[in-house]
Every structure is written in structure tokens, then in C-alpha cells.
């Protein structure tokens, strides 16, 4: 649990942090080029944040808790999983929180910025945990956050409040498909349960343009989010000419442009 006895002023930011993930970010540090700094969103990660928490915590009946980000490369999306999935385990008891990519090394990556993120709190926002290790993390709280591959077989026997799929696109053929069979009902039959699924885009005849499609089309139980090519500081249009120079256009709409490739 967080530290029992706080002051009076570490109560009040405790409370704000609860209330509003915005209060957090000055306390969770992560690494940028310059060294560990406060996490300063940009715009569509705060636009981002602020959407996934408020459909979660959202009493509305019919309200969409689920997402689908179609990401451009090296944007900071995956950071900002982290600090939702770091601020929702501190502030949500008894949640199990699931953390998923094509390879378990990726997953453990995202639960490493956690970890990370976690052990550099000033003590009175940091929970204590109950298990740390390379998979899984639980807090005091009974909180759990567990990072895996992808797969059928990966929430078998738990139950899963805020799942986390990063790079969805690059699952391959079959192993897509039965994993969305298998793990897709789970979540859709739980009311409070929340999916976010992201990744940068592949072909269109792969389920992640789908499901995207659909919820552009609001035909699904996801909202879609788009993260333009631009989104970040130095991305302007003598970098977009540069990379198509140095790497070609079809590289640019594929990697950056989020444009989806005909198979």
C-alpha cells in the first residue's frame, strides 16, 4: 500500500492523483535523451490518457471502453500504456492488469518502463509490492500487472480488467486468430473490463485493419484513435522529405504515413 502515514500536503496530491491522471505526470519519471525526466505528455498522449480513463471510469450505459490505435513509429504510444497501466494498478484495487505484444520480450519490456517508472516515485505514491519480478508485478493493493506473449492460452484462468495489446499488427495469421477467439469473448463479456489495443499498421487483410475499420465506422465496441505521422517535436515536412530520400515512399506511408498495405 502507499505509505500509511502522509502529511497533510502528501495526502492532497495523493487524493489529486487518484482523481486526475494529469497530477501524476510530474512524479513519474521516465528516460528520454536527456536522462530521467518528468513525463511530459504531448498532446495526443494527454487527449489519449484522458479518453482512456474517462470511458473507464464512465457510469454511462453503452458507454465504449475498448480502443484501437492506429500508431506511427517511435511516437510514444507505448509510454503512454505504461504510465496508464502504472497509474490505474496504484489507484484501482483488486484489478488485474494484462500487458501482451507478439513476443514476450516486447511485453516485458513495457513491464520493465513500469517497473521503472514505479521504483523512481517519491515514496508516498509508490505502493509496495508483493511480487517484482520479470513477468509480473503485485502491489499491496492486490493489484496485479502481468506482462506475456500474446497468445490463446495467455489469460486462460484469470480474469482481466485492463488488457493491454501492443503491436497487434505483427501477430501472424493463425496464432491472430485464435488468440482473438480466445481472449476477445473473455473481455467483451465483463462490463468494466477495458481492451486497448495499438500498433503501427501492416496489410489490409490483417484482423487489426478490420477491427479498425469497424470502429471508424462505428460498428464495433472500439473507439479509434489515429496518431498522425507529425505528432512529435522535429517531424515536419523537410523530416518527411528526408526520410522518403533516404528511405523511399512506400517506407514513409508504411512506417510513418499509417497507411495500410493491399496483400
Known sequence: MIKEQLTIEEAR????????INKIYQYAQIISENGYESF????????????????????????????IVKSTRQCGFTTGLAVYALWFAIF????????????????????YRIRDMHSRLPEFLQPKTKTNNRSCIRFENSTQI?????????????????????????????????????VFPT?????????????????TNHPFCMLYAKAKMNL?????????????????????????????EEFFKHEFGGEFMEE
Not at 496530491?13 to 486526475?20: G, L, P, Q, T
Not at 486462460?156 to 480466445?182: C, Q
Open 146 to 182: 502481468f506482462a506475456c506473449a500474446a497468445s490463446s492460452s495467455s489469460v486462460r484462468g484469470k480474469t482481466v480488467d485492463l488488457l493491454m495489446i501492443d503491436d497487434f499488427a505483427h501477430m501472424g495469421g493463425r496464432e491472430t486468430d485464435d488468440f482473438m477467439m480466445s
Open 187 to 203: 473481455q467483451a463479456s465483463r462490463m468494466r473490463a477495458q481492451m486497448i489495443i495499438g500498433s503501427t499498421p501492416t496489410t
Open 220 to 248: 464495433n465496441s472500439f473507439n479509434a484513435i489515429e496518431i498522425p505521422w507529425n505528432c512529435t517535436k522535429g517531424r515536419d515536412t523537410k523530416w518527411k522529405k528526408k526520410i522518403i530520400r533516404d528511405y523511399g
Open 40 to 67: 511530459k505528455p504531448r498532446k495526443f498522449q494527454k487527449d489519449m490518457l484522458n479518453g482512456f480513463v474517462n470511458s473507464y471510469e464512465s457510469d454511462e450505459q453503452g458507454i465504449k471502453r475498448n480502443y
Open 13 to 20: 496530491i495523493v487524493a489529486e492523483c487518484a482523481k486526475d
Open 92 to 111: 484501482h484495487p483488486d484489478k488485474c492488469v494484462g500487458i501482451m505484444a507478439p513476443k514476450d520480450g516486447q511485453a516485458t519490456e513495457i513491464l
